[in-house]
């Protein structure tokens, strides 16, 4: 499926508020709420929306730093990286884990309370897994939202 003009301008809309509606869009964009839902469902249909997510402050909850980690496997043969994406996917302040060709194996999202939460994640769940070779720490500063690739 290729999707045209309209579709894309649909995509865009629900990237930047993937809760509206499809009465609310088909105001938006003077087309009938079916219409919109027959095409929201064959995007759905062809994979091009894989799912919608909830994005929460995780500051309001009170997590206030976030570290990316990279994370470089020590023993490559003897651990599998299945294993190490099951292990460390389980540990809660792991928000994504990502792998990545170049100098680390893998790039971790790692959310904490404060720093000294980060290092009691860092030394007691993620440094003590079998296989964990070099590891890399950045502390985000700020980050800006963008849209997809639309």
Known sequence: MTP???DL???RALQRD???????LSRRFDV?????WRRIKRLQDAGIIAGRRLMLDAEKLGFGVTVFLGV???TKGRVSLEDFERTVGAIPEVQTVEH???LYDYRLRV???DLADFERVLRRRIMTLPGVGDVEANVLLSEERLNGPL
Do not use: F, N, W
């Open 72 to 74: 470089k496997l020590a």
């Open 9 to 11: 301008e649909i995509l």
């Open 111 to 113: 959310v904490a309370r």
């Open 32 to 36: 009938s709420q079916p219409a919109i």
């Open 4 to 6: 045209d003009d309209l």
């Open 100 to 102: 990545v060709l170049g």
């Open 18 to 24: 993937a809760s509206q509606t499809s009465s609310q």
